[in-house]
Protein backbone atom coordinates (compact mmCIF):
# COMPACT_ATOMS: atom_id res chain seq x y z
CA UNK A 1 0.00 0.00 0.00
CA UNK A 2 2.63 2.86 0.85
CA UNK A 3 4.65 1.32 -2.15
CA UNK A 4 1.60 2.06 -4.22
CA UNK A 5 1.36 5.66 -3.12
CA UNK A 6 4.89 6.42 -2.59
CA UNK A 7 4.39 5.87 -6.51
CA UNK A 8 1.37 8.12 -7.15
CA UNK A 9 3.18 10.88 -5.71
CA UNK A 10 6.27 10.33 -6.98
CA UNK A 11 3.99 10.43 -10.58
CA UNK A 12 2.40 13.26 -9.91
CA UNK A 13 5.42 15.31 -8.82
CA UNK A 14 6.84 14.56 -11.99
CA UNK A 15 3.99 16.03 -13.70
CA UNK A 16 3.65 18.83 -11.87
CA UNK A 17 7.44 19.37 -12.24
CA UNK A 18 8.29 19.19 -15.88
CA UNK A 19 6.56 22.09 -17.23
CA UNK A 20 8.93 24.20 -14.55
CA UNK A 21 12.16 22.20 -15.96
CA UNK A 22 11.92 24.05 -19.04
CA UNK A 23 13.14 27.21 -17.43
CA UNK A 24 17.04 27.02 -16.56
CA UNK A 25 16.12 29.15 -13.60
CA UNK A 26 13.37 26.64 -11.99
CA UNK A 27 16.01 23.68 -12.59
CA UNK A 28 17.21 23.73 -9.03
CA UNK A 29 14.36 24.30 -7.57
CA UNK A 30 12.69 21.47 -9.30
CA UNK A 31 15.79 19.01 -8.68
CA UNK A 32 15.34 20.51 -4.87
CA UNK A 33 12.07 19.57 -4.57
CA UNK A 34 12.21 16.41 -6.36
CA UNK A 35 15.26 15.51 -3.66
CA UNK A 36 13.58 16.41 -1.09
CA UNK A 37 10.23 14.30 -1.73
CA UNK A 38 12.21 11.15 -1.86
CA UNK A 39 14.48 11.80 1.19
CA UNK A 40 11.24 12.71 3.08
CA UNK A 41 9.51 9.71 1.54
CA UNK A 42 12.06 7.89 2.73
CA UNK A 43 11.94 8.77 6.26
CA UNK A 44 8.28 9.46 6.91
CA UNK A 45 6.13 8.17 4.03
CA UNK A 46 3.97 10.35 1.99
CA UNK A 47 3.78 12.95 4.63
CA UNK A 48 7.48 12.95 4.66
CA UNK A 49 7.35 13.36 0.64
CA UNK A 50 5.04 16.55 0.92
CA UNK A 51 7.33 18.16 3.56
CA UNK A 52 10.38 16.88 2.14
CA UNK A 53 9.13 18.36 -1.25
CA UNK A 54 8.53 21.84 -0.37
CA UNK A 55 11.70 21.52 2.15
CA UNK A 56 14.04 20.77 -0.88
CA UNK A 57 12.21 23.52 -2.90
CA UNK A 58 13.46 25.92 -0.82
CA UNK A 59 16.86 25.05 -0.67
CA UNK A 60 17.18 24.31 -4.46
CA UNK A 61 15.76 27.67 -4.61
CA UNK A 62 18.51 29.19 -3.05
CA UNK A 63 21.24 27.28 -4.13
CA UNK A 64 20.74 27.88 -7.96
CA UNK A 65 23.92 29.18 -10.03
CA UNK A 66 23.25 32.34 -12.21
CA UNK A 67 23.75 31.78 -15.64
CA UNK A 68 27.40 32.04 -17.63
CA UNK A 69 26.07 35.64 -18.96
CA UNK A 70 25.78 36.83 -15.58
CA UNK A 71 29.34 35.83 -14.24
CA UNK A 72 30.58 36.98 -17.54
CA UNK A 73 28.75 40.00 -16.94
CA UNK A 74 29.82 41.16 -13.51
CA UNK A 75 33.44 40.30 -13.91
CA UNK A 76 33.67 42.49 -16.60
CA UNK A 77 32.32 45.58 -15.18
CA UNK A 78 35.01 47.87 -12.83
CA UNK A 79 35.84 47.31 -9.34
CA UNK A 80 35.33 50.70 -7.95
CA UNK A 81 37.51 52.30 -5.56
CA UNK A 82 35.37 52.86 -2.40
CA UNK A 83 33.88 49.04 -1.86
CA UNK A 84 31.89 48.42 0.85
CA UNK A 85 32.94 46.73 3.68
CA UNK A 86 30.93 44.11 6.34
CA UNK A 87 32.14 42.69 9.25
CA UNK A 88 29.96 39.50 8.38
CA UNK A 89 31.22 36.40 6.33
CA UNK A 90 29.97 36.36 2.77
CA UNK A 91 28.67 33.10 1.86
CA UNK A 92 26.44 31.96 -0.48
CA UNK A 93 22.79 31.86 0.79
CA UNK A 94 23.84 34.03 3.01
CA UNK A 95 21.73 37.62 2.82
CA UNK A 96 23.91 41.01 2.65
CA UNK A 97 22.54 44.08 4.50
CA UNK A 98 19.93 45.90 2.86
CA UNK A 99 22.39 49.13 3.09
CA UNK A 100 24.32 47.89 0.41
CA UNK A 101 23.29 49.35 -3.07
CA UNK A 102 22.90 46.76 -5.93
CA UNK A 103 23.41 47.19 -9.79
CA UNK A 104 21.28 45.32 -11.45
CA UNK A 105 22.47 43.46 -14.66
CA UNK A 106 20.25 44.53 -17.53
CA UNK A 107 20.24 41.47 -19.72
CA UNK A 108 18.88 39.42 -16.63
CA UNK A 109 17.06 41.06 -13.91
CA UNK A 110 16.71 37.96 -12.10
CA UNK A 111 20.34 39.00 -10.80
CA UNK A 112 22.42 42.52 -9.17
CA UNK A 113 25.71 42.50 -8.22
CA UNK A 114 27.76 44.05 -5.39
CA UNK A 115 31.53 44.56 -4.62
CA UNK A 116 31.61 43.83 -0.89
CA UNK A 117 34.83 43.61 1.44
CA UNK A 118 36.74 44.14 -2.25
CA UNK A 119 34.89 40.56 -3.63
CA UNK A 120 31.90 40.66 -6.57
CA UNK A 121 28.91 38.94 -5.48
CA UNK A 122 26.12 37.77 -7.30
CA UNK A 123 22.79 38.46 -5.42
CA UNK A 124 19.18 37.82 -5.60
CA UNK A 125 18.14 41.58 -5.61
CA UNK A 126 14.54 40.55 -4.30
CA UNK A 127 16.00 38.67 -0.64
CA UNK A 128 19.76 40.56 -0.72
CA UNK A 129 20.62 36.62 -1.31
CA UNK A 130 24.28 35.80 -2.04
CA UNK A 131 23.97 33.77 -5.33
CA UNK A 132 27.57 33.69 -6.13
CA UNK A 133 31.01 35.13 -5.36
CA UNK A 134 32.87 35.67 -8.20
CA UNK A 135 36.58 34.88 -8.19
Not at 12 to 38: E, H, L, Q, S, Y
Not at 94 to 116: H, S
Not at 121 to 131: C, E, L, Q, S
Request: aromatic share 4%; charged share 10%; hydrophobic share 50%.
Amino acid sequence: MNAKILLISAIATGMFAAPAIANDTNRAAVTGAAGGAVTGAIIGGPVGAAVGGAVGLVAGAVIAPPPQQVITYVRQQPVPTDTVAIQQPIAVGRPLPREIVLTPIPENPAYAYAVVNHQRVIVDPKTYTVVQVVQ
